[in-house]
């Protein structure tokens, strides 16, 4: 296994922007797990199967197949990237989430996607649980109402319209906070190594940059300009 760069964090802290900058600025390649999960719930919607039924959860994992190219997500060969930022698909995702079986499955493709690989990944549970030997681990998050701000002006941007507004989505993510961190299978927490980072009132490019100092700092080649 290649050298692998996990960050962990609450829905809206930005971990997938701020992973795959970071990937580009390494030179790495980025595993997007959030995509993993709304996949297969994507999937689950579709098949018309109870959400919160654990068996037909694990059939349907072991059914389909995803896949992450740099510039798409595929489910069974089908590219379904608008299609898994629905606000269907993202309140559906923590159920999925919460399955032991659907997490024990996609954390073998996690670790296949970075087999001889160098990775930067994101999630919940990448350094607690899929990479506990990761080369450096950070722990992104920020205030409920930066982070209930970040996913409504995604939402907008996407062209979708949430009933309430802030106060809804703010709701949202607090709700999603304590399903995650009460989960009794791979909670969300920081790992004992991880560097906790607030990215409230802070930009992308300034995380990204915090993180690049603390990976050189750990011994990574840190290249001056994103490769081209």
Same mark, same amino acid.
């Given at each position: 296994?290649?050298?692998?760069?996990?960050?962990?964090?609450?829905?809206?802290?930005?971990?997938?922007?701020?992973?795959?900058?970071?990937?580009?600025?390494?030179?790495?390649?980025?595993?997007?797990?959030?995509?993993?999960?709304?996949?297969?719930?994507?999937?689950?919607?579709?098949?018309?199967?109870?959400?919160?039924?654990?068996?037909?959860?694990?059939?349907?994992?072991?059914?389909?197949?995803?896949?992450?190219?740099?510039?798409?997500?595929?489910?069974?060969?089908?590219?379904?990237?608008?299609?898994?930022?629905?606000?269907?698909?993202?309140?559906? @995702?923590?159920?999925?989430?919460?399955?032991?079986?659907?997490? *024990?499955? /996609? #954390? $073998?493709? %996690?670790?296949?996607? &970075? +087999? !001889?690989?160098?990775?930067?990944?994101?999630?919940?549970?990448?350094?607690?649980?899929?990479?506990?030997?990761?080369?450096?681990?950070?722990?992104?998050?920020?205030?409920?109402?930066?982070?209930?701000?970040?996913?409504?002006?995604?939402?907008? @941007?996407?062209?979708?319209?949430?009933?309430?507004?802030?106060? *809804?989505? /703010? #709701? $949202?993510? %607090?709700?999603?906070? &304590? +399903? !995650?961190?009460?989960?009794?299978?791979?909670?969300?927490?920081?790992?004992?190594?991880?560097?906790?980072?607030?990215?409230?009132?802070?930009?992308?490019?300034?995380?990204?940059?915090?993180?690049?100092?603390?990976?050189?700092?750990?011994?990574?080649?840190?290249?001056?300009?994103?490769?081209?």
């Amino acid at each position: 296994m290649g050298q692998v760069v996990t960050i962990d964090g609450p829905a809206g802290a930005g971990k997938s922007t701020v992973a795959r900058k970071l990937a580009e600025r390494l030179g790495w390649h980025f595993l997007d797990t959030g995509a993993m999960y709304r996949a297969v719930t994507l999937a689950a919607i579709r098949a018309g199967i109870d959400l919160g039924d654990e068996p037909s959860r694990a059939r349907l994992v072991r059914a389909v197949s995803v896949e992450l190219t740099p510039d798409s997500v595929r489910l069974d060969g089908v590219d379904v990237s608008a299609a898994i930022r629905s606000i269907e698909v993202t309140r559906a @995702t923590g159920t999925l989430a919460d399955s032991p079986s659907v997490r *024990a499955l /996609l #954390r $073998e493709w %996690q670790r296949a996607f &970075a +087999r !001889d690989r160098n990775v930067v990944t994101e999630g919940r549970d990448q350094g607690t649980v899929v990479f506990p030997d990761a080369f450096r681990k950070f722990f992104l998050t920020a205030s409920d109402e930066q982070r209930a701000l970040r996913r409504l002006e995604d939402y907008r @941007t996407r062209g979708q319209t949430v009933a309430g507004d802030l106060n *809804a989505v /703010l #709701r $949202e993510i %607090q709700d999603r906070d &304590a +399903r !995650d961190t009460a989960r009794a299978i791979a909670p969300m927490r920081p790992a004992d190594d991880a560097i906790v980072i607030d990215s409230t009132g802070l930009g992308v490019e300034e995380v990204v940059e915090v993180l690049l100092e603390a990976i050189q700092k750990a011994g990574a080649a840190v290249p001056t300009e994103a490769p081209t």
